[in-house]
């Protein structure tokens, strides 16, 4: 085998190189010679490839995401900003919470079991990289029709691998959502969130400082998987009995990662360890080049020493695998023998490759010959940046101009409970019980609330009850009929679903999905979403910490809808206090808040009844957003609420349907005066919440709310009847509504 | 009185058992995989999880583990031991009590808070309940149904070593609705639904799992 040297490279300036089928563009290619002042070798062309690519460079959407720096808002909480492995925010009594999610769209339609074992198991190696614990995942799901063949090949594999990998793990799922949609078919959405907690004295930030420390990998041998379009790569070799063809989509093993996250806690305990970064996308390519860049500039690797699961890889494969469940460690000389004792007591593999220089230089040696030779800042963030161009596009208009108000509407009290019923059961109404009991939502013993409740509740502090609480929201069709708009709306939703649960709104990640940047219709969708969310979270005073950008998500020129995922953080000083979302005291009255009007532009009736997707979303206002989550909170703080449910899709009667049948109650609502009971029943108007409110607490509760001139209306009383009765237009039993709910899920994947 | 509990690599519910046994008013001794070592303790929970990873049959690593081969030797002295979802699996292939864990009959992972009746509280870790009770713990595993052949199934019933039975729907296909067994002495027990996430109010849905560790923390106290 012929391997292509530093040397080589500058003697043989005119061979050919497989630059175009690595994805690079011909004018990449020729930035990267101007860059180095002659060709890369194939290790170098391998990782600036694979570091330029979309998915590590945001070369498409950086333009766009500064604005979430520029709006940030004033916040104490946030202690770690954008760029490093995860944002952290300051909870309070000296703790601290990171939070990111991150997408696995891609590989998930490959292979679904694998593509979204391993998502989780990205997104956790992140949390662990800052110092953190982590203690908790969600996930936010997108598939085709649920009738739809291929969504019976995808969920049931997305589904359990998502639960194999975080079940395994040893990791709560507390939450997230599913939605189908025919643009998901094909293009699955598969984001995963974790969090984890640190003391603030615990935070690591990936570096590589301190000339002479030892650069260490450790966890998972590396193979030969993860490799995109690797094949390429068989043109270093002239040995056509390698295997060739390496499988794209990684494999995980979260035995071998939950040792792994015990094994990394116990070195930033023992103080052994300076930084360490996970390898992800790009493996050792991106590991080298962001410690290296971040740090004091230099690193000498000695590639053949990292440990190889299969022998006949080449050194770009190498740099360019994408095995899982690996770790780069940066460690003093004193510290090597106690950091390897650690990693043996855990039965870690582990390999010293190279050392931090303070040469500004990236160097990765072969067997004594130096392959790459790079400025690592040129690599990891100096890539191409692209202002692509972005327009309204035509259709917006025609899509705006057909609003819902020409749809039928139920009027009569047996049209109004028929149409409960069917959109209790349609696919993005349905219980998702089926899915979420594959997920183990009880270990580590600290899950408050988990679903089908607003947000997720954990308990940080068993001595404080201190805790976080985390939702997830994202609606595509209202962001297709007005990207900016919809974007603050998913803001608005995850923000609403953590105040309801009594939790402070903190923090924001982002998990963006969409079609190609090269489209520009798409571009402006994304511009426009990134400009009203980074609008909203400036408003709503909660930053935007980290997050990830998935593009390409679309088939032929049939772009997914805009899908802006927020998943939003906030604190509760005793989780004790939380509010969960179920009806349980009988006599206890029902108030809704805020104001109800007659918008269904993009709303679940108007999908699911009648296929129709167009007009306006519900105005956004965030100042009553605001006012609602301070109302929640301070019920919540001062015990004057027992249960809180948001307003979301399909309205007012989804939310009150759930909170009868959280706890198998029953309730009696009336239609307040002057509302027509459609609008009141169904309508999408936002900042609104359902509260149960017990009798001694009324007043003072009515008071809070007159006070702060928020709109409540007492709308009805808990029973215990077993039955959701809407005076003077129809009830239903409780276990009707059971039915209608929790059968779709089963009788759709177990037939 | 000290409650040891395992970890090996892979356990889960490690930190969670110690917390059962702590809210019991025990005191939590942690016990690692590779120590052939007890240290002293009263009492040994092995926790749920996924010992070794479990890639040839759930368990049946984890009792070579040096620690195991005390708690064997303890378990037939009469030392209590609970082993809990992988504890249990743990407990079959180490012999210490009969039968086996297959994978669950839907083959999908199955979590939720299930209904259960404790058949017998002559044992060590059931003494506080009354037999016939009913209570809900959750239930989270893959591999929890429990089977054995027709004789060591009627033996167990007839010496009444069935311990805690599913009501309701059978979550896993296990024989005859068997949710946990006891050895013959009654200091062995094992079960596939976690008592250790029913201990706290507020992080489970109950705390009817909390019997299991005072009733071995009060048995201690007597004997």
């Known amino acids: ?487 603050q709306l998913s803001l608005a939703e995850a923000y609403r679903n953590v105040a309801t649960t009594g939790a402070r709104p903190l923090a924001v990640t982002d998990g963006l999905n969409f079609g190609s940047p090269e489209d520009p219709a798409v571009m402006w969708q994304f511009a426009e979403a990134i400009r009203g969310l980074a609008d909203g979270c400036q408003a709503l005073g909660t930053p935007v910490t980290g997050g990830n950008v998935s593009l390409y998500n679309q088939t032929g020129d049939a772009a997914i809808l805009p899908t802006a995922i927020v998943g939003l953080l906030g604190v509760l000083d005793d989780v004790g206090r939380r509010t969960p979302q179920g009806f349980r005291e009988s006599g206890q009255v029902i108030y809704l808040l805020g104001e109800t009007r007659d918008e269904f532009g993009g709303s679940e009736w108007a999908w699911a009844e009648h296929g129709h997707l167009g007009g306006r979303p519900p105005s956004v206002d965030l100042a009553a957003e605001r006012e609602l989550a301070e109302i929640l909170v301070n019920a919540s703080r001062d015990g004057l609420i027992d249960a809180a449910h948001d307003l979301s899709d399909g309205g007012l009667a989804i939310a009150l349907a759930e909170s009868v049948l959280r706890y198998g109650v029953g309730a009696r609502v009336w239609v307040p005066d002057g509302l027509d009971p459609f609008v009141f029943l169904f309508s999408e108007s936002q900042a609104r919440a359902i509260v149960a409110v017990p009798r001694s607490e009324e007043v003072r509760f009515t008071d809070m709310c007159s006070a702060r001139r928020f709109s409540h209306q007492r709308i009805g009383v808990v029973d215990d009847g077993g039955v959701l009765d809407l005076q003077g237009q129809f009830s239903v039993p409780v276990d009707e509504l059971r039915t209608a709910h929790g059968s779709t899920l089963p009788s759709a994947f177990e037939a | 009185m000290r409650v040891g509990v395992v970890t090996f690599p892979g356990s889960l519910d490690d930190r969670d058992a110690a917390r059962a046994v702590r809210v019991a008013g025990g005191e939590a001794v942690a016990l690692w995989h590779g120590d052939a070592d007890l240290r002293g303790v009263d009492a040994v929970v092995l926790p749920g999880g996924f010992s070794y990873g479990d890639y040839l049959r759930c368990g049946a690593i984890a009792r070579f583990a040096p620690v195991m081969e005390r708690v064997v030797d303890a378990a037939r002295g009469g030392l209590p031991v609970l082993g809990i979802c992988n504890g249990f699996q743990i407990l079959c292939e180490s012999h210490l009590l009969p039968g086996a864990l297959i994978r669950n009959d839907h083959r999908k992972f199955v979590c939720r808070d299930q209904p259960l009746r404790v058949e017998s509280a002559a044992t060590a870790w059931t003494s506080g309940y009354a037999a016939g009770q009913e209570i809900v713990i959750p239930l989270k595993n893959g591999e929890g149904g429990y089977v054995a052949d027709q004789r060591t199934l009627d033996e167990l019933e007839g010496e009444g070593r069935v311990v805690v039975r599913y009501l309701g729907d059978n979550p896993n296909g296990s024989y005859r609705d068997i949710a946990g067994v006891a050895n013959a002495r009654g200091n062995v027990v094992g079960l596939m639904p976690h008592p250790e996430h029913a201990v706290e109010a507020l992080t489970g849905p109950g705390t009817d799992g909390l019997g299991f560790f005072t009733s071995v923390l009060e048995g201690l106290v007597r004997a």
Request: proline residues 6%; charged residues 20%.
């Open chain 1, 1 to 487: 085998m012929t391997i292509d040297t530093v040397e080589l490279a500058a003697k043989t300036p005119d061979q050919p190189q497989p630059w175009d089928e690595l994805g690079l563009k011909e004018d990449e290619y020729q930035r990267i010679r101007d860059i180095l002042g002659r060709r890369p070798t194939n290790a170098e062309l391998a990782m600036y490839s694979v570091m330029w690519s979309e998915h590590c460079s945001y070369k498409s959407s950086k333009v766009h995401l500064r604005q979430f720096g520029e709006k940030a808002p004033e916040s104490d909480a946030l202690l770690v900003g954008i760029g490093q492995n995860a944002g952290v925010v300051d909870i309070g009594h000296g703790y601290a919470v990171t939070f990111k999610i991150e997408s696995h769209n891609h590989p998930s339609y490959v292979e679904p079991y694998q593509g979204a074992a391993t998502g989780v198991g990205g997104i956790v190696r992140d949390i662990l990289a800052m110092g953190a614990r982590p203690v908790a995942v969600m996930d936010s799901l997108r598939f085709g029709p649920l009738d739809a063949d291929d969504t019976h090949r995808v969920l049931p594999g997305v589904v359990a691998g998502v639960g194999g990998y975080g079940n395994c793990l040893g990791l709560p799922n507390i939450g997230g959502e599913v939605v189908f949609d025919p643009s998901y078919a094909a293009n699955p959405l598969v984001n995963a969130l974790c969090v984890g907690v640190m003391k603030h004295e615990d935070i690591h930030l990936a570096n590589a400082t301190g000339v002479g420390n030892k650069v260490v990998l450790f966890g998972a041998r590396t193979g030969g998987d993860g490799i995109g379009g690797a094949s390429i790569l068989a043109s270093e070799s002239f040995d056509d009995t390698k295997p060739s063809k390496r499988p794209a989509v990684q494999v995980g093993d979260p035995f071998m990662e939950k040792v792994l996250i015990e094994c990394c806690l116990e070195l930033f305990e023992a103080k052994v360890v300076e930084a360490i970064q996970d390898l992800g996308a790009a493996g050792i390519s991106c590991a080298t080049s962001e410690l290296a860049s971040n740090g004091d500039g230099g690193m000498h690797v000695q590639l053949e020493k990292v440990l190889l699961r299969d022998p006949s890889l080449t050194p770009g494969e190498i740099m360019m695998s994408e095995s899982q469940e690996r770790m780069m460690g940066i460690v003093t000389p004193e510290n090597l023998d106690a950091f390897l004792a650690i990693t043996a007591k855990w039965d870690v593999e582990t390999a010293v490759i190279g050392e931090v220089t303070g040469t500004g230089r990236l160097i990765i040696d072969w067997h004594g010959e130096t392959i790459a030779d790079v400025d690592p800042r040129t690599v990891a963030h100096d890539g191409p940046v692209y202002e692509r161009p972005f327009a309204r596009p035509s259709w917006q208009d025609s899509l705006q101009a057909d609003g819902p108000e020409s749809l039928p509407r139920p009027s009569s009290g047996d049209e109004l409970r028929g149409t409960l019923l069917r959109l209790l059961a349609s696919p993005n109404l349905t219980s998702k019980a089926w899915i979420t009991d594959q997920y183990d939502r009880y270990v580590l013993g600290n899950t408050v609330l988990a679903q089908p409740e607003d947000a997720g509740v954990l308990r940080i502090d068993e001595s404080t009850g201190l805790g976080v609480a985390i939702a997830t929201d994202g609606n595509g069709r209202y962001a297709k009929l007005d990207p900016y708009t919809g974007a």
